[in-house]
């Protein structure tokens, strides 16, 4: 009887352990789960990213002639009627549109046949803007905004500016130089296209 105490006793310490470290190792991997996900998100670069969630805006009413001769009018109505479509406020004068305009042909040039590019050309002349499309290499359409009533209606606070438009709907922004590699990004996520 003495023996079957002892035993008794020490199957139940045994499985006391056990517990024990089954439940250490739950709370230890608990632990490391959310801190992987606080660690993830706080590591994400938000200039990187779209804003979530998306604005599903109506685009403002608007028609521009074509900036290039012979090319076609960009209006609201276009708009609405295209799927996923970047659209790009810049200016001759302005120098982060230099820097960022490359990168949105080059992407042009790669997803073209997937997502529409426009540009806006806003406060300018035309004569300047006309020098910096040939001088820059940009191929897609561009509107002539030249007294900056579009810019304005879009209520940019910036230039450049660059919008995400599917079917009429603004669905998100991004003020400032837009990186190729930021546009990338956008284009996944917002519209799925890589």
């Known amino acids: 009887m003495l023996v079957f105490l002892v ?3 020490h199957a139940g310490a045994t499985t006391r ?3 024990a470290t089954r439940r250490a190792v739950m709370v230890g991997l608990l632990v490391a789960v959310v801190t992987a996900s606080l660690v993830a998100a706080l590591t994400v670069s ?9 604005l599903d805006i109506p685009v403002p009413q608007f028609n521009l002639p074509g900036l290039v ?6 209006s609201s109505s276009v708009l609405r ?10 200016g001759s004068w302005c120098p982060p549109c230099t820097e960022e305009m490359p990168g949105l042909q080059a992407v042009h040039r790669e997803l073209g046949h997937k997502v529409r ?10 004569a300047a803007a006309l020098s910096f499309l040939h001088r820059v290499g940009v191929t897609y359409p561009s509107g ?18 660059t919008y995400f438009i599917s079917h009429g709907k603004m669905l998100d922004f991004h003020t400032g130089r837009l990186t190729k590699s930021q546009l990338l990004t956008y284009l996944r996520q917002i519209f799925g296209v890589s």
């Open 7 to 9: 035993r008794h006793g």
């Open 17 to 19: 352990r056990k517990t």
């Open 46 to 54: 938000p200039s990187a990213a779209p804003n979530v969630p998306l």
């Open 69 to 74: 001769s012979g090319q076609a009018a960009v």
């Open 81 to 90: 009627h295209a799927g996923p479509t970047v659209l790009n406020f810049w």
């Open 117 to 126: 590019f426009v540009g806006i050309d806003e406060e300018d002349r035309r």
């Open 144 to 161: 002539f905004d030249g007294n900056g009533a579009v810019a304005t209606a879009f209520r940019i606070e910036g230039t450049p500016t």
